[in-house]
């Protein structure tokens, strides 16, 4: 079974940043759109940032904007969130997700992605 690999999660005081990535095995994602969700304790799983395959547009949760950013190496068929300024309500479990999304198609619908990584917790102290 094709599976997303996520690194990257940890422990930060408010205020930092981290970086985590999503790697995908060989050319087998090419034409897919990547995004990233989370999960807290207790909590629906929630769209955070997305990347389309075509063009390479980008979308993101309106509680992030301005702090997180993804972008996507296709050569290395990695995507990336980068996040600064992060909060405690920003502790989570991230998952990253491919999916052939069409254009006119929502990013931040669950339902649209094919795979799944198994999640990396990033946990956000006061």
């Known amino acids: 079974q094709v599976r997303l690999v996520e690194s990257g999660g940890g422990l930060v005081q408010a205020g930092g940043s981290l970086r985590l990535s999503c790697a995908a095995p060989?050319?087998?994602?090419?034409?897919?759109?990547r995004a990233w969700f989370r999960q807290a304790l207790g909590n629906e799983r929630e769209f955070v940032a997305g990347?389309?395959?075509?063009?390479?547009?980008?979308s993101y949760a309106d509680s992030v904007k301005g702090r997180f950013t993804i972008s996507r190496d296709n050569a290395k068929n990695t995507v990336y969130l980068q996040m600064n300024n992060l909060k405690p309500e920003d502790t989570a479990v991230y998952y990253c997700?491919?999916?052939?999304?069409?254009?006119?198609?929502?990013?931040?619908?669950?339902?649209?992605?094919?795979?799944w990584g198994q999640g990396t917790q990033v946990t956000v102290s006061s």
């Open positions: 997700a491919a999916g052939r999304i069409e254009i006119w198609q929502v990013m931040s619908r669950t339902g649209l992605y094919e795979y």
């Open positions: 060989g050319r087998f994602f090419s034409g897919y759109s």
């Open positions: 990347i389309r395959w075509s063009g390479g547009t980008t």
